[in-house]
């Protein structure tokens, strides 16, 4: 079955950087767009950013472009977060997401990690 494991979550002071890893298993990693989303206390839970099956293409929202970067290997089904200059509004729980129609349209994610937290200190 389809397994995300998310990993490198923790607690990180304000302008701090987080990498986060999603090792995936059970699927073949390269036909799937994946994804990050993210959920904070009391709120729904939102997309952050996604990557094409290649690498290739990528997507973000605009509270995280050009701080958070996401990327892929494909040989190693994995892919990473790297979150730089976070702020305390970043603080939530993140997932790891795939979807086998691609990365763009959000809601084909239907794939989850169990995900990881994210703590940042102002």
């Known amino acids: 079955q389809v397994t995300l494991g998310e990993s490198g979550g923790g607690l990180v002071q304000a302008g701090g950087s987080l990498r986060l890893s999603c090792v995936a298993s059970?699927?073949?990693?390269?036909?799937?767009?994946m994804g990050w989303f993210r959920q904070a206390p009391g709120k729904e839970r939102e997309f952050v950013a996604s990557?094409?099956?290649?690498?290739?293409?990528?997507k973000y929202s605009d509270s995280v472009r050009g701080r958070f970067t996401i990327s892929r290997d494909n040989a190693k089904n994995t892919v990473w977060l790297q979150m730089n200059s976070l702020k305390p509004e970043d603080t939530a729980v993140y997932y790891c997401?795939?979807?086998?129609?691609?990365?763009?349209?959000?809601?084909?994610?239907?794939?989850w990690g169990q995900g990881t937290q994210v703590t940042v200190s102002s």
């Open positions: 059970g699927f073949t990693f390269r036909l799937y767009g």
């Open positions: 990557i094409s099956r290649s690498g290739n293409g990528s």
């Open positions: 997401s795939a979807s086998r129609k691609g990365y763009i349209y959000v809601p084909d994610f239907n794939y």
